[in-house]
Every structure is written in structure tokens, then in C-alpha cells.
């Protein structure tokens, strides 16, 4: 299974961007955004659960992040606004089969990963 994410690029502050990630023709229980910084570890972004469509977000990003989907195109997507310098990253989608509510926001528990897309945000 290959995930292809895109959408990343250079933003000034306030501004916004919309991530894609198109997961190859297949479903899975759960989908989600990480992002990792230089020196940092991977952090839990967003999760959506394909069927039913709930949503979780990090408490980073709440309010300012959305995590949605198009079943018809099978299309996973992150709109970002409001973007801060600290959002600086790449961007990693990922896929589980398995994944359980109460590990949705740990990396582990994610087969499938996309190859990250970068994410800067200029001051």
C-alpha cells in the first residue's frame, strides 16, 4: 500500500494550506495526520475514522486544523489555517486497519505511511 501525500510548501504566518493524501485505492479503519519537526518526535495531528467520519485532533492544532475526507475519491485532507511558525514539519499520513480508538493517537499503531510532505511557516 503506498500513501502519496501532497499539498505542502512555504506560508506566512495566518496563512493557510490543504494537505492531500491519496491512499491507493483501499480503506482502512482510521486515517491520520503526523508531523515531525527536526529533533523532534512524530506528533499525532488529526484521525478520522473512515466509516463513520468522527474526527480527532491534537490539542496543538484544535481549532485551527480539520481533518476530512472524500470517500467517493478516497482522498484523505488536512486544511490548515491560521498556520504559526511552530507548525513548521513534515507532514506524514497514515493508515490502519486495526487501529483502536484508544491508540489512534500513537504512530504505532499505524501500518501504512506516506513518503511526509514539508510544511513551512515564515514568520
Known amino acids: 500500500v503506498q500513501l502519496q501525500a501532497s499539498g505542502g510548501g512555504l506560508v506566512q504566518a495566518g496563512g493557510s494550506l490543504r494537505l492531500s493524501c491519496a491512499p491507493a485505492g483501499r480503506t482502512f479503519r482510521y486515517m491520520a495526520w503526523f508531523r515531525q519537526a527536526p529533533g523532534s518526535e512524530r506528533e499525532f495531528v488529526a484521525a478520522?475514522?473512515?466509516?463513520?467520519?468522527?474526527?480527532y485532533v491534537g490539542d496543538a492544532v484544535r481549532g485551527r486544523f480539520t481533518i476530512a475526507k472524500d470517500s467517493a475519491k478516497n482522498t484523505l485532507f488536512l486544511q490548515m489555517n491560521s498556520l504559526k511558525p511552530e507548525d513548521t514539519a513534515i507532514y506524514y499520513c497514515?493508515?490502519?486497519?486495526?487501529?483502536?480508538?484508544?491508540?489512534?493517537?500513537?504512530?504505532?499503531?499505524?501500518?501504512?505511511w506516506g513518503q511526509g510532505t514539508q510544511v513551512t511557516v515564515s514568520s
Open positions: 478520522i475514522n473512515w466509516s463513520s467520519g468522527n474526527t
Open positions: 497514515a493508515a490502519g486497519p486495526s487501529v483502536i480508538l484508544s491508540a489512534i493517537r500513537y504512530a504505532g499503531s499505524y501500518n501504512y
